[in-house]
């Protein structure tokens, strides 16, 4: 798998843990510290998934406009990054 695929396969797999940790916090205990703690992490992840969509060279258009779809972004990257990987 190329270097940059697999970067955005990471990063789009630890974005999609952080919503989902934020998302049963807010169900659940809805603790302040998580969301204090996990929020900028999130969004930071969010938003180097799709500064290396953007950004990356050879990736399908389709890649790069999925990575910047909030909250199921990143469970959409990651698939179309491992379809581009068996290319």
Do not use: F, K, Q
């Not at 969004?43 to 990736?59: E, K, S």
Request: aromatic share 2%; proline share 3%; charged share 15%.
């Amino acid at each position: 798998m190329r270097p940059l695929l697999r970067a955005l396969e990471t990063l789009s797999i630890l974005e999609t843990v952080s919503v989902l940790v934020l998302l049963a916090n807010l169900v659940t205990v809805h603790a302040d510290g998580v969301t204090s703690a996990l929020g900028p992490v999130h969004g930071a992840l969010y938003l180097a998934v799709a500064v290396t969509a953007l950004l990356g060279r050879g990736l399908l258009t389709r890649t790069r406009l999925l990575a910047l779809v909030p909250v199921v972004g990143g469970v959409l990257t990651v698939a179309n990054v491992r379809r581009e990987a068996r290319r």
